[in-house]
């Protein structure tokens, strides 16, 4: 019979994935028409630090995420461990004006044993590799599919584009010997109690198979550039939540932009 911490680790993973790359269920996107059609340019992603509270079975894991740039190109990075889990990823993509263009994804996390993923985007020979689970698998390029990480920016890129949020969602995601497409419902927003203050979200569903297995919901903040605020995964019976805690703008961007003060978001 295992441990109470033994049957934790496998959630403990799966919630540390799910952060980095916003759920354990693949985050991908080709735009949506009705997104298309609200912008002709993207905007840039502000630069920030934020740390989320991830539970599962009882247990907790803080995870520190962060986004950095230089010019058009960006570095998504998050890393956490405790005495049952280290995990550290990156993403590096460029932002053009058809959105996020992938260029290489890292992923490590260390429970019982190591878990690596590794996606590269080779423009040059027109393909993208990807490893899972120690096999290297090759794709054909193709517009809009991007590593699990660097699409949840390229989520956030579609909804600070639209006047308003989509009913529903594609995606698109390269992982292993697949590309996996995925769809996300709305649903009516909330407001939320967090460290940072009250905040008001979007808050999506996502369209699963078997959704007595599996469900997994997202919440997003408009008034922070829609950055996910909110997260939450059930499968196989275990319950994983992850809610921001702090964060931190890296830039020096006029505040005005968002409704919340500076030591409060910060």
Same mark, same amino acid.
């Given at each position: 019979?295992?441990?109470?911490?033994?049957?934790?680790?496998?959630?403990?993973?799966?919630?540390?994935?799910?952060?980095?790359?916003?759920?354990?269920?693949?985050?991908?996107?080709?735009?949506?028409?009705?997104?298309?059609?609200?912008?002709?340019?993207?905007?840039?992603?502000?630069?920030?630090?934020?740390?989320?509270?991830?539970?599962?079975?009882?247990?907790?894991?803080?995870?520190?995420?962060?986004?950095?740039?230089?010019?058009?190109?960006?570095?998504?990075?998050?890393?956490?461990?405790?005495?049952?889990?280290?995990?550290?990823?990156?993403?590096?993509?460029?932002?053009?004006?058809?959105?996020?263009?992938?260029?290489?994804?890292?992923?490590?996390?260390?429970?019982?044993?190591?878990?690596?993923?590794?996606?590269?985007?080779?423009?040059?020979?027109?393909?993208?590799?990807?490893?899972?689970?120690?096999?290297?698998?090759? %794709?054909?390029?193709?517009?809009?599919?991007?590593?699990?990480?660097?699409?949840?920016?390229?989520?956030?890129?579609?909804?600070?584009?639209?006047?308003?949020?989509?009913?529903?969602?594609?995606?698109?995601?390269?992982?292993?010997?697949?590309?996996?497409?995925?769809?996300?419902?709305?649903?009516?927003?909330?407001?939320?109690?967090?460290?940072?203050?009250?905040?008001?979200?979007? %808050?999506?569903?996502?369209?699963?198979?078997?959704?007595?297995?599996?469900?997994?919901?997202?919440?997003?903040?408009?008034?922070?550039?829609?950055?996910?605020?909110?997260?939450? %995964?059930?499968?196989?019976?275990?319950?994983?939540?992850?809610?921001?805690?702090?964060?931190?703008?890296?830039?020096?961007?006029?505040?005005?932009?968002?409704?919340?003060?500076?030591?409060?978001? %910060?």
């Amino acid at each position: 019979m295992l441990t109470r911490a033994e049957r934790a680790i496998p959630a403990l993973a799966t919630a540390a994935f799910i952060v980095a790359s916003t759920f354990k269920v693949a985050l991908t996107f080709p735009l949506t028409a009705s997104a298309q059609a609200s912008a002709p340019e993207a905007p840039t992603l502000r630069p920030f630090e934020a740390v989320y509270k991830t539970t599962a079975l009882g247990m907790t894991l803080d995870l520190t995420r962060s986004l950095t740039r230089d010019g058009n190109n960006y570095r998504l990075e998050s890393s956490g461990k405790n005495f049952l889990i280290k995990m550290k990823e990156s993403a590096d993509f460029q932002l053009t004006d058809s959105g996020i263009e992938g260029v290489r994804f890292n992923s490590e996390v260390k429970t019982l044993k190591t878990n690596n993923r590794v996606v590269e985007f080779d423009k040059e020979r027109g393909v993208i590799r990807s490893m899972k689970r120690g096999e290297w698998s090759e %794709h054909e390029m193709a517009p809009g599919v991007l590593d699990q990480f660097s699409q949840q920016q390229q989520l956030r890129l579609t909804l600070m584009q639209s006047e308003v949020p989509p009913e529903t969602l594609q995606f698109r995601v390269v992982d292993g010997a697949k590309i996996s497409d995925k769809s996300w419902r709305r649903l009516p927003n909330e407001t939320l109690q967090t460290p940072l203050g009250d905040i008001e979200a979007v %808050h999506y569903k996502a369209v699963h198979k078997n959704p007595k297995k599996r469900a997994s919901e997202i919440w997003l903040a408009p008034h922070l550039n829609y950055l996910m605020v909110k997260t939450k %995964h059930i499968e196989r019976s275990a319950t994983i939540k992850v809610e921001i805690k702090s964060l931190t703008w890296l830039d020096e961007t006029d505040l005005a932009e968002t409704d919340l003060p500076r030591d409060a978001t %910060h």
